[in-house]
């Protein structure tokens, strides 16, 4: 270990921090002993500073834009491969080649079904929930599903829990849908691609065949591939973290759902189109960027900023191809949102409120339109969110438990709460 950084505590105390470093990326100075050695802790509440684990999945130069998954390059991979390559690359670190890609996608195709009694679930949900609601209940369940598989401490159960959230999210998320809108549930269709059988069992009815559209098909596989991981954001660290416990990985899914369900995360993309649906016409956002830099306004650019990029994010450039692809194939191309966001964007990246702060669009500002494009309602999106990221949460957990040296993970904290105070007797309390 060449790398140690010193520490000098105000009381003298000095401690040696050992240096680590990566394949990429900044080192890190492990801070483990800090506490055992000097009876202090570090302080970092929204882990600006904080490696919380070493991973071997996804790496993000938020400065220069640049997302890796396995090493691959994003651009590459949304070109070159389809989203169960990509799933497989996650899973299991290398590319598939053909046969491991037939065997990969088979064992997928053979667990799309779900217990026909998870299919009754749905009846005690109001159909006026919200769609992430049912997702998280459902999600949660599983694991009251699929008992054969819940051993944490099996690799051969760990796999196919997997298999089976992988397979199964596209089937849970499409029968969130059909429920909210009264329509029958579609079984899934073996015979099709990951991307077209979740558009068969969204879009489908028993009375008439789905016509497949293969730009559509595609544009929906890229969105999966953009969305599949995004190294330790806040609900793949929300599914490590309940993983640590020993918590079985549907439950630890359904944890990653919870936290995706903000605003601020996987929910942007649904608040990004109601933002523009709001702002209604070109002619208003001008007055809408105005309210956006008063900070006692309260109003954010959604689709806009990110915790790590502060360049453009890649998957931003990818999914506005996309847009731009679909909305010509369905003869969009004056579509007024579109029209809305792309005079939102210019205005934002050469305003200086924008520019000095280095927020740049993220992957939600476009794929909100392209996903209303497709006919999927704005309730849905964070749904095909977590439908997308569920591969993401999977490999990070199984990373994670694969890994001997796993500890639960349990943060401190610096109290500002009350000193020690004696319990005053019930009459004696103001
Ligand atoms: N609109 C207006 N101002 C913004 C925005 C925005 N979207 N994002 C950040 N700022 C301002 C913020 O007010 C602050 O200004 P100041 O320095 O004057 O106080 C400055 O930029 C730095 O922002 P921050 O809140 O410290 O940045 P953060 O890293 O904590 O937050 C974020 C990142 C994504 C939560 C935030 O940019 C945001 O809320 N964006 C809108 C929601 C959104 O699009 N989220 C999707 C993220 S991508 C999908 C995913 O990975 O889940």
Same mark, same amino acid.
């Given at each position: 270990m060449d790398k140690i950084a010193t520490l000098k505590l105000p009381d003298g105390k000095t401690i040696e921090l050992p240096g680590m470093s990566g394949t990429l990326g900044p080192d890190v100075y492990d801070v483990r002993s800090l506490y055992g050695k000097t009876g202090v802790f570090t302080y970092d509440p929204g882990f600006? &500073? @904080? %490696? %919380?684990c070493t991973s071997d999945i996804t790496y993000i130069d938020g400065d220069a834009g640049i997302l890796l998954y396995r090493g691959y390059p994003i651009e590459q991979l949304a070109e070159k491969c389809d989203y169960l390559e990509v799933c497989y690359l996650l899973l299991n670190g290398e590319l598939p080649n053909k046969a491991q890609k037939v065997d990969f996608d088979f064992t997928v195709t053979r667990h @799309?079904?779900?217990?026909?009694q998870l299919s009754r679930f749905y009846q005690g949900f109001r159909r006026d929930s919200h769609p992430m609601a049912v997702l998280l209940g459902v999600v949660g369940a599983m694991a009251a599903f699929y008992h054969d598989s819940l051993d944490i401490n099996n690799p051969e159960h760990r796999k196919v829990s997997a298999f089976r959230l992988i397979a199964k999210l596209p089937t849970i998320v499409a029968m969130s849908y059909k429920y909210s809108i009264g329509q029958p549930f579609m079984y899934p269709r073996n015979d099709l691609s990951y991307a077209a059988n979740f558009m068969h069992m969204m879009f489908g009815v028993p009375a008439e065949d789905y016509k497949v559209n293969p730009v559509l098909v595609r544009a929906m596989d890229r969105i999966f591939t953009l969305h599949a991981d995004h190294e330790q954001n806040a609900s793949t660290s929300t599914v490590r973290l309940s993983g &640590? &416990? *020993? %918590?079985n990985p549907f439950a630890c899914i359904a944890a990653g759902i919870a936290t995706l369900w903000g605003p601020a995360h996987g929910g942007a993309n649904e608040a990004a189109l109601n933002m523009l649906e709001e702002i209604g !016409?070109? /002619?208003k956002v001008g007055a809408f960027i105005k309210d956006v830099k !008063?900070?006692? /306004? *309260?109003a954010k650019l959604m689709g806009f900023g990110h915790r790590v990029y502060k360049n453009y994010d890649p998957r931003a450039k990818l999914m506005r191809e996309t847009c731009h692809e679909v909305l010509g194939e369905l003869g969009l191309k004056n579509d007024k949102i579109l029209a809305l966001a792309m005079a939102l964007e210019k205005i934002a990246l050469e305003d200086d409120y924008f520019v000095s702060r280095k927020l740049y669009p993220n992957v939600d500002f476009y794929s909100g339109i392209v996903q209303r494009a497709l006919g999927i309602p704005v309730s849905m999106f964070t749904c095909i969110f977590a439908l997308a990221r569920t591969v993401g949460w999977i490999s990070q957990w199984t990373e994670m438990i694969s890994d001997p040296g796993m500890k639960i993970g349990r943060p401190r904290q610096l109290y500002t709460g009350a000193g020690r105070r004696d319990v005053p007797a019930i009459i004696n309390r103001s």
């Open positions: 600006m &500073s @904080t %490696a %919380a @799309t079904m779900v217990h026909e &640590s &416990s *020993g %918590a !016409d070109v /002619s !008063d900070k006692n /306004s *309260g």
